[in-house]
């Protein structure tokens, strides 16, 4: 059984920073591209941030220049450094991963429960 689970969410004032983490456990063989999506109220869900197992990222234009994707292969975790953030970055943030499990070695994608960033004054 897979599991992503995020954390790092909170409240923060407008030109802050806060840094998402997102591990995955359980049976994995082996753990392909991850990614940050939001949803704010009343939108609907959107990307966020991709990387690949290789290190290769996608942004959204939105979000260019202030956030910073990372992951450590090793620890099956992917991180979401968000700095210079602004009132309309509030939203629910989901962790997503493309995982091949260690047991029937079938790949899907798994959704974290999502974590809460709220910027505020």
């Known amino acids: 059984q897979v599991q992503v689970v995020e954390s790092g969410g909170g409240l923060v004032q407008p030109g802050g920073s806060l840094r998402l983490s997102c591990a995955a456990s359980g049976s994995i063989f082996s753990i392909y591209a991850m990614g940050w999506y939001r949803q704010a109220p009343g939108k609907q869900r959107e990307l966020v941030a991709t990387i690949t197992s290789g290190g290769s990222t996608n942004y959204a234009d939105s979000v260019k220049g202030r956030f910073t994707i990372s992951r450590d292969n090793a620890k099956n975790t992917v991180y979401l450094q968000m700095n210079s953030l602004k009132p309309e970055d509030t939203a629910v943030y989901y962790c997503?991963?493309?995982?091949?499990?260690?047991?029937?070695?079938?790949?899907?994608?798994?959704w974290g429960q999502g974590t809460q960033v709220t910027v505020s004054s």
């Open positions: 997503h991963a493309d995982i091949m499990d260690g047991v029937v070695m079938h790949t899907q994608g798994y």
